[in-house]
């Protein structure tokens, strides 16, 4: 069962969420709209008052408007930017350290595949460690 949406935070997550649930139920566009707006809450309730009944049941609209509205846009060059200078903090896990080199791969390069991604975020945490031995290692 999926969580109502009320705007109070990112909806690019919950969308991932929503489209992750949508494709197990096997819903078309069309009952993902009517979904969507029968999952929608405070804030992003408001977002149907200037559709009309039509879009309100179309999920690309509605998507498009609640993305506008409540998403947060990763800005690619800031991530680029973070990435270069991304070294693990003395102390941090590794596995706190790994979860920050995807987000900021992740943001870098939006539009690369999956495959390509992945070898930016073992390239940027080999590059990032502390531990010089461990480098070695996983090089």
């Not at 919950?14 to 096997?26: D, E, K, N």
């Not at 690309?60 to 991304?86: E, H, I, M, P, Y």
Request: one cysteine or more.
């Amino acid at each position: 069962m999926l969580e109502r949406f009320a705007g109070t935070a990112d909806y690019n997550a919950y969308r991932i969420q929503f489209l992750h649930h949508a494709a197990l139920m096997g819903w078309d566009d069309v009952t993902k709209g009517s979904q969507l707006s029968s999952l929608l809450s405070g804030k992003a309730f408001d977002v149907l008052r200037y559709m009309q009944p039509h879009q309100m049941q179309d999920f690309a609209v509605l998507d498009g408007a609640l993305q506008r509205r409540f998403g947060v846009q990763t800005d690619a060059n800031a991530c680029k930017a973070r990435l270069k200078s991304l070294k693990q903090k003395p102390g941090q896990a590794l596995a706190a350290y790994a979860t920050e080199v995807e987000d900021a791969v992740r943001g870098a390069f939006t539009s690369y595949p999956e495959e390509l991604l992945q070898h930016q975020m073992v390239s940027a945490f080999i590059e990032g460690l502390t531990d010089s031995t461990m480098a070695l290692l996983l090089v």
